[in-house]
């Protein structure tokens, strides 16, 4: 798609920037997205990409992408591949996730730098009344793939990481080197905004 000439009104969109982890990862996560809405219903992880934030939800100032694009293939024309290595479970109170933030129990310095990177790019790019503000830029950069998300009720955490011990969780480090830039839909951004979620892929880039 050329982003250059994608004009919208914006207030119907959210954007976001996310690591898109190998096929050998993506799999096991998707059985895992599809078992957990087989056996308890939960659909909110599933309807996103097997995927990492890096830049989560922003709701974008009005006109083109195509500056922002620009910025986003500078940073990415000069970023390298880097590993990730899996630390358990991430759990919070809105969902359960996998931890790919740390390597040998220290931060994963690459990765928080390029988070850095790409906020800063996108920056001057966000609405001044986005309403992910806060959950995204307000609260420590946890890196992390999600398995269980926002319509998971908490008393049922229990019972679902005990459903998880025969999952296939992958465990194996893998290497950072493929990015996607998604346009996300929602038909109602103020509640519930998961039960109507649809996205659409529209710029990869691979290191």
Request: include cysteine; charge should be negative.
């Amino acid at each position: 798609m050329d982003t250059g000439s994608l004009i919208m009104n914006n207030a119907d969109y959210r954007f976001a920037v996310y690591l898109i982890p190998p096929y050998q990862v993506a799999r096991p996560v998707t059985e895992v997205h599809h078992m957990l809405q087989k056996q308890f219903g939960f659909v909110a992880g599933g309807r996103f990409q097997v995927h990492a934030t890096i830049k989560g939800f922003f709701k974008k100032t009005d006109g083109s992408l195509a500056e922002l694009t620009e910025r986003l293939d500078a940073i990415f024309a000069k970023q390298r591949p880097f590993p990730v290595h899996f630390n358990g479970f991430r759990i919070d109170d809105v969902g359960i996730g996998l931890d790919i933030s740390q390597i040998d129990g220290a931060a994963n310095g690459e990765m928080a730098a390029l988070r850095e990177k790409v906020v800063t790019a996108t920056r001057p790019f966000i609405a001044p009344d986005c309403d992910f503000v806060e959950s995204d830029l307000g609260e420590p950069f946890q890196a992390h793939i999600t398995l269980a998300f926002r319509d998971i009720p908490l008393p049922l955490y229990d019972d679902v990481l005990t459903y998880l011990e025969e999952a296939p969780i992958p465990n194996e480090p893998f290497t950072a080197h493929t990015y996607h830039l998604l346009q996300f839909s929602s038909q109602n951004w103020n509640k519930n905004w998961w039960e109507t979620l649809q996205w659409q892929l529209l710029k990869s880039w691979t290191i």
